[in-house]
């Protein structure tokens, strides 16, 4: 090459190529997706992909989501059999696919919106075999229209959410003669202690009025020297205006990440709770906010 032709990205590149490009094979690939199984109590296999990684942990399979499955199996027609349900941070989404198998009215299975979480979310739905393909009628669709058939798409929804972000497109989904949610799901969520206000905001949000409307908390004090922090969501929940319950306290048989650090058997208890709008002659504690925002 003359040397008026000669460039400095030349002296960069070399006869060899880029020399600041990484080789191949310096990255290690993303994780694959996986799959687990969830085992109904009639004895039906559920399967539930999960993505490959997500940093808002979407990946794992979380205790919290199996109790709560569990749980609404115990008593389906005391929590989620012909009610409005609504999953926050649902992942492979397990308590809403039980819940619509159980016979809710309406589930809004909801997670962040990213694109490889709302697909496995979707995937989850489409082969899910324990929701029937058609539900009774006269349980309510889409504009409470009683006699018409409804498909799995009636029943169950996946969508994309940001907690304590405007709740009206949760809230489209459902008819505008029950126009909020009578359950919410809440499984492992409390160990993203910055997001308790926005949580409660959105329960504060799509919760339907009056006392019978629950929404259930399971989770397990996966880093134990931090409890407290964990716990600090119901007391948060409490001046917001909310009645706290515990209704459950389970322990697994072994803890789901058994090499981390910290008491193994708080590790491996699961607890549950209710938040709920206080009954008559209940009262609030000094300085507590509470009520429906509009």
């Known amino acids: 090459m003359p040397p008026?032709?000669?460039?400095?990205?030349?002296d960069e590149t070399g006869p060899g190529g880029d020399l600041f490009a990484e080789p191949e094979g310096y990255y290690p690939p993303s994780p694959k997706p996986t799959k687990q199984t969830f085992t109904t109590r009639d004895g039906d296999v559920v399967d539930l992909h999960l993505v490959g990684y997500s940093p808002t942990e979407a990946h794992h399979l979380w205790n919290g989501s199996r109790v709560a499955a569990q749980?609404?199996?115990?008593?389906?027609?005391a929590t989620v059999r012909g009610r409005n349900v609504l999953e926050l941070g649902a992942g492979a989404?397990?308590?809403?696919?039980v819940a619509a198998a159980l016979g809710a009215r309406r589930v809004v299975m909801t997670d962040f919106p990213d694109a490889d979480i709302l697909a496995t979310m979707e995937k989850n739905i489409a082969e899910c075999r324990i929701i029937p393909p058609a539900a009774a009628a006269g349980e309510g669709g889409a504009g409470d229209d009683a006699a018409a058939p409804r498909t799995k798409a009636d029943?169950?929804?996946?969508k994309g959410f940001v907690w304590g972000f405007d709740a009206r497109p949760l809230l489209a989904e459902l008819p505008a003669s029950r126009p909020r949610f009578d359950v919410l799901v809440l499984a492992d969520l409390l160990f993203r202690h910055s997001e308790h206000g926005k949580l409660l905001d959105t329960v504060r949000d799509t919760m339907a009025p009056g006392p019978d409307a629950r929404a259930y908390v399971f989770f397990t004090s996966y880093r134990p020297w931090l409890a407290h922090k964990d716990m600090a969501f119901f007391d948060l929940a409490r001046r917001r205006g909310f009645a706290v319950d515990k209704i459950l306290e389970r322990k697994m048989d072994r803890p789901l990440f058994e090499d981390d650090p910290?008491?193994?058997?708080?590790?491996?208890?699961?607890?549950?709770?209710?938040?709920?709008?206080?009954?008559?002659?209940?009262g609030k504690l000094d300085g507590e906010e509470g009520g429906l925002r509009a």
């Open 155 to 158: 029943v169950i929804v996946a």
């Open 93 to 97: 989404g397990l308590p809403s696919l």
């Open 262 to 282: 910290g008491d193994e058997e708080v590790r491996k208890t699961c607890t549950g709770w209710v938040l709920r709008w206080p009954r008559e002659g209940e």
């Open 4 to 10: 008026s032709e000669h460039t400095e990205s030349d």
């Open 71 to 77: 749980y609404f199996e115990a008593d389906p027609a």
